[in-house]
Structures are given as C-alpha cells and as structure tokens.
C-alpha cells in the first residue's frame, strides 16, 4: 500500500518536472480522478453518551459504519486521502462526557490528521500532509493579532468542519493551512498524525510562555499523550532544566530518555512531599527559586494542584490540560510573585513546519509514543483508552474500509 502510494507520488512529481504548466495541470488532474472517489467511508458518532436525568441511567453512545458524499470541492478545498487519524482525550470527552461538537451529530470525529492529497487544488494533488487540529479563519481580529489559533469562526475536523472527520476514508479540508511532508524518510505518514495535535499543542505552550534557551521548566503529567511531547520540546527549544512529575514509575523513567532531567513520582503523594522533593532538586542542583516555567498538561485537580503550589517568584503557568475540576488559590499570590497563570489552546499552522522539522531531524522522537490499529477497531479502541485514562501511547487509526468490508 504504502509503495503503490509511493510510486504515484513520484509519478505526479515526475510530470511536474517535465510538462508544461498546461499540460502539468491536465495529467495531474487525471491522476487524480482516476483516484477520485464518489463516497467516503467512515466511521460516524451517530450519538453520545447521555444520561437520563431523572433515572440516572446511561444511554451508550454509538459510532457506526456510514458513508457520506464526496462534496463539491470548493476553490482552494482539497481531498486528502486519510493515511492516520490518532484519537485525542478530546474526542472522548465528545463520545464519552458530554461535550458538545460544534456540528451536531452525527458527524465524523478526529482531528489529528496525515494523508494525501488526491483532488482539488492541483498545486497539492499527490503531497502529503498534515491537516491542522485548528484551521483559523485568517479575517477576525483574533486571527489579524496573532491569535489565530484561538480564533472563534475556526474550522476543527471532527467538530466544526461539517459531518467530516478524521476517523474516514478521506476528508475535504481547505488546503489554505495545509502542511507538506517533504521528505518523511522512514517514518510513516500515519505516525506523522500525532504532528497535527499531540506534537504542536506543546509548541504553542512554548511560544505561550515565551520559553527561552536556559530557562528552568517543570512538566506535570509528563507520561501522558501531550505532557511527553511537552518535555521533549521544551528540552529540544534549549530548556536547561527539564523535571516531569506524574504517576507512572516505568513512564517517568522513559521520559529520563525524551527530554526529563529529573523526575518525581507523584502517586500517592500529597502536594507538599511533591514540593519538597522539588525543592531538594533545585538546591542539590543549584537551581533558582524563581522563573520557573511550569506546564499543566494532566487537566485534572491532583495535577494542578501541584502546578499551582510550584508556582513562584516571576514564574509562569502554563494550562495545557483541560478539565472541569474546580481548585482553590489565593489570587494574591501571583501579586507578591509577580507571576502568571495562562492558558493555551491548540497552535497556530503557521509553527506547524517548525515542528515537523523537529520531529523529522529527531530532536522530538514520535515512535515510542504511537501505536497503529485499523480503524475497524475504533469502538474497542475508544473503550479501552477511555477506560486507560492516560494511555501508554498515542492510538492512530489507519483505514482499512475495503479490508473490512472483504471480510463482511
Ligand atoms: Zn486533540
Ligand atoms: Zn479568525
């Protein structure tokens, strides 16, 4: 599969090379219709999770086999041919907690997204890619200041971009945002999925906290899907320090290898042992008392509250992780800190180059963090990440539709 993709890669770049632009624009066209489908496969959450309020019963989600229309692409939309689509703690909040998508189900879910594209736009026919979890419009203010990724028109797969999602055959996306691989070497393009989420989310954190080459910075929920990704970008930006706290003993002895200095096992511990096991660190390895750059990355109460705690002279928070626990601080010591609290959503597709490069010259390792499965097996897979909480690794579904539909 992967060589019959190959090969027509090189075929679409080799008529670029030797063709007119006329004749560039006809062949590569065809190229893509021969490819081009009529229907997408898919796998569809027809309905979330609920609760009965007055009975307290749950009513299980369901996601099923569907198939929708290839829409008309637009000027500028592009068809890409899903090669990976890796499930995210957010699409489970959708499935499983009751957060609402934009676009009402059924819809498709999945954002973190590589393929190729196979139709529209011709300068993209035959690229591979990596669609952004977060397409800004580029017209609001949000977008016109630099904070585009938190704009409020934006498009998401698999929540506001229609019924389209990443757990599919293929999706329609607008190619505006869309970022190349060039040359993957031999990491797989499903692999590559984790760049459009898992992987960026932490650049942006980065920028949010404005990290600086010999900055000190603290990971809490450095095991999980984003918080590993958090420390080895932070290390590979030039942190000079780098201490992971979670509760995995095997994890947090991997992170030593992805970017952790240090590391302390929080499980079963209360906030102050964890604090003062931070503060043996700092002082046997002469290390300030101040600007520390602290990153949340658990979204849950145990794990802020122990963000919040480290939180000192002139340092930054920095909430990557999301929940809806409540936790308690007095305000008043970020005054006599003279320190911040910001939070963090998404990033920006212009840095989405910039952490490609980092993942394809191995400065932010992706490999031991993902694991591939068909998409036939998504209902299990979902049952079991949900059950896992912080999952070992990063599931990326590949699509096997016509496989499946062979065996019935
Ligand atoms: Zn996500
Ligand atoms: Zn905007």
């Given amino acids: 599969m992967l060589l019959v ?50 009975t307290g019963e ?24 899903i090669a990976g689509c890796g499930i995210c703690h957010t699409d489970l909040g959708y499935f499983y907690d009751g957060v609402p998508t934009v676009s009402k189900p059924p819809l498709s879910l999945g954002h973190e997204i590589a393929g190729t594209v196979v139709a529209g736009d011709e300068i993209w026919i035959g690229k591979e890619v990596i669609i952004p979890a977060v397409m800004p419009c580029r017209q609001c203010m949000l977008c016109k200041r630099g904070r585009g ?18 757990f599919s055959s293929h999706i329609p996306v607008p190619s505006t945002d869309l970022c190349e691989v060039k040359d993957r070497g031999e990491i797989p393009l499903s692999h590559l999925a984790v760049v459009a989420d898992a992987a960026t989310t932490p650049y942006q954190a980065a920028k949010r906290a404005d990290l600086q080459p010999g900055d000190n910075v603290v990971v809490v929920g450095i095991a999980g899907g984003v918080g590993q990704y958090m420390g080895q970008m932070a290390k590979a930006l030039g942190a000079k320090t780098v201490i992971g706290i979670d509760i995995h003993p095997q994890r947090l002895k991997r992170a030593l290898s992805y970017g952790a200095d240090f590391v302390i096992n929080s499980a079963d511990k209360g906030v102050e042992d964890v604090l003062n096991e931070f503060r043996v660190i700092s002082k046997e390895n002469d290390l300030p008392e101040y600007g520390w750059k602290i990153f ?31 936790v308690e601080y007095a305000l ?24 490609l490069d980092m993942v394809l010259n191995r400065k932010i390792a992706i490999e031991p963090f993902v694991e591939t499965r068909p998409m036939s097996s998504i209902v299990e897979a979902f049952e079991e990440l949900y059950r896992a909480g912080s999952p070992e690794r990063r599931i990326v579904l590949r699509p096997d539709f016509q496989a499946s539909e062979r065996k019935g």
């Fill in 58 to 81: 749950v009513i299980p989600g369901r996601l099923e086999r569907a198939s929708v229309p290839v829409p008309e692409l637009r000027p500028g939309d592009v068809l890409v041919e």
């Fill in 296 to 326: 949340e990355v658990t979204g849950v109460k145990a794990g802020q509250e122990i963000t919040l705690s480290l939180l000192s002279y002139t340092g930054k928070l920095i909430v990557i992780g999301f929940g809806l626990e409540k």
């Fill in 149 to 166: 990724n938190r704009c409020l028109n934006q498009l998401m797969p698999g929540n506001s971009l229609g019924v389209y999602g990443g």
């Fill in 5 to 54: 993709r190959k090969q027509r890669y090189q075929i679409a770049r080799e008529e670029k090379s030797t063709t007119s632009n006329k004749e560039r624009g006809h062949k590569i066209r065809r190229v893509a219709m021969a490819e081009l489908p009529r229907e997408i496969q898919t796998w569809q959450m027809v309905q979330p999770t609920s609760r009965n309020r007055e």
């Fill in 332 to 355: 008043g010591r970020l005054m006599a800190f003279d320190a911040e609290i910001i939070g963090t959503w998404g990033c920006l597709p212009e840095y989405y180059p910039i952490v």
